[in-house]
T-cell receptor
Framework: DAEITQSPRHKITETGRQVTLACHQT?????MFWYRQDLGHGLRLIHYSYGVQDTNKGEVSDGYSVSRSNTEDLPLTLESAASSQTSVYFC???????????FGPGTRLLVL | GQQLNQSPQSMFIQEGEDVSMNCTSS?????WLWYKQDPGEGPVLLIA?????ELTSNGRLTAQFGITRKDSFLNISASIPSDVGIYFC?????????????FGKGTLLTVNP
């Protein structure tokens, strides 16, 4: 069955380290998104991509980067992890203009 | 930017009761979506609405796309313990090539058996 997966599911890292979170979908969706979820803030968009080689900044993009070299993957990189980036990260994908996004299971990141 | 006001923030009900929650927006959306999130999991799509006035059901869930295109509601009938979770509304302004969603902050539903 087609799906969207994230890895790792849990990660502990230290301040200043580079961290990459993986997102992989097998639906052949053009659109992929990264969100962070924090208590009191709901889901906030970090970066998104509408196709291969396309990347765009969301509302909370500082300190994060993405790259889209194929349809299936949109890895999220924290260039130099900060304690403020402790959060739960969700990847999502959608096809065309339908609007409906399908979410992965999330990665819980703790930055010490 | 666009904002969604979702209410109530939380609800505590008895098993068997009906539940209603809603979202209002300061701007027009072309698509309304409702998601449910269980603890430790990602949001799961419940219902998608694509036309003003549309009323759609999914089992015990019913959602409507408001006529003004600035609001939507979700009803759950005869609640059961597994309905517990956080419910999110989301709207999409699909004008042009914008496929982003704006999310409400969620309604936390607790069902007392």
């Amino acid at each position: 069955d087609a799906e969207i997966t994230q890895s790792p599911r849990h990660k502990i890292t230290e301040t200043g380290r580079q961290v990459t979170l993986a997102c992989h979908q097998t639906w052949n969706h053009n659109n992929m998104f990264w969100y962070r979820q924090d208590l009191g803030h709901g889901l906030r968009l970090i970066h998104y991509s509408y196709g291969v080689q396309d990347t765009n900044k969301g509302e909370v993009s500082d300190g994060y980067s993405v790259s889209r070299s194929n349809t299936e993957d949109l890895p999220l990189t924290l260039e130099s992890a900060a304690s403020s980036q402790t959060s739960v990260y969700f990847c999502a994908s959608s096809i065309g203009r339908s609007g409906a996004q399908y979410f992965g299971p999330g990665t819980r990141l703790l930055v010490l | 930017g666009q904002q969604l006001n979702q209410s109530p923030q939380s609800m505590f009900i008895q098993e068997g009761e009906d539940v209603s929650m809603n979202c209002t927006s300061s701007s027009i959306f072309n698509t309304w979506l409702w998601y449910k999130q269980d603890p430790g999991e990602g949001p799961v799509l419940l219902i998608a609405l694509y036309k003003a006035g549309e009323l759609t059901s999914n089992g015990r869930l019913t959602a409507q796309f408001g006529i003004t295109r600035k609001d939507s509601f979700l009803n759950i009938s005869a609640s059961i313990p597994s309905d517990v979770g956080i419910y999110f509304c989301a709207g999409q302004d699909s004008g042009g090539s914008n496929y982003k969603l704006t999310f409400g902050k969620g309604t936390l539903l607790t069902v007392n058996p």
